[in-house]
């Protein structure tokens, strides 16, 4: 079975901290991505990696930046947080970049 | 521009009938297409794809069905179950897109 595991389930930050949020698969995926999802909006990409040390800009990468120093672990980081960035955050893996993804659990960040 | 469509946030249907839930896309390159199902608190799980030189897929209880013609593709559960109650994410790619572009969802709930 695949499993992907981020760091946190429920995160509380306050504005202007630096906020990482951690992603691991254990099945060996090229592909890494990380979505927010927020109520009437879907799943939006923030940023993908297809290999280590590569990132490509999602639809919404502003305000995040990405680290993937090892295969298997994708980090997002929110460089100075924001309110605007409340939201439901998922990380997903995949064989390649158009096969089906699969999702961690998902970390509820809320910034106050 | 959005790209892929899920019109009806939501569905209510009674147990034991059809559900059926539509997606519209507008980019003409999409060529492959997938539904996840996501229970609240989880994240995403992939269900069933279609590929472009298909119409139909079938998988138990669940249809994916494409009209490449009217860039429209539907999923029919039967016969729906108490248990389908959750979210349902359209998503298309391409095979240069290295990404799977996703729709807003739909709610669905099934009835006892």
Not at chain 1, 72 to 77: C, G, K, N, Q
Not at chain 1, 97 to 104: A, I, L, M, P
Request: proline share 4%.
């Amino acid at each position: 079975d695949v499993k992907v595991t981020q760091s946190s389930r429920y995160l509380v930050k306050r504005t202007g901290e630096k906020v990482f949020l951690e992603c691991v698969q254990d099945m060996d995926h090229e592909n890494m991505f990380w979505y927010r999802q927020d109520p009437g909006l879907g799943l939006r990409l923030i940023y993908f990696s297809y290999d280590v040390k590569m990132k490509e800009k999602g639809d919404i990468p502003e305000g995040y930046s990405v680290s993937r120093e090892k295969k298997e672990r994708f980090s997002l980081i929110l460089e100075s947080a924001s309110t605007n960035q409340t939201s439901m955050y998922l990380c997903a893996s995949s064989w390649d970049r158009t096969s089906e993804q699969y999702f961690g659990p998902g970390t509820r960040l809320t910034v106050t | 521009d959005q790209q892929v469509k899920q019109n009806s946030p939501s569905l209510s249907v009674q147990e034991g009938r059809i559900s059926i839930l539509n997606c519209d896309y507008t980019n003409s390159m999409f060529d492959y297409f997938l539904w996840y199902k996501k229970y609240p608190a989880e994240g995403p799980t992939f269900l069933i794809s279609i590929s472009s030189i298909k119409d139909k897929n079938e998988d138990g209880r669940f249809t994916v069905f494409l009209n490449k013609s009217a860039k429209h593709l539907s999923l029919h559960i039967v016969p729906s179950q108490p248990g389908d109650s959750a979210v349902y994410f359209c998503a298309a790619s391409y095979t240069n897109a290295g990404k799977s572009t996703f729709g807003d969802g739909t709610t669905l709930t099934v009835k006892p």
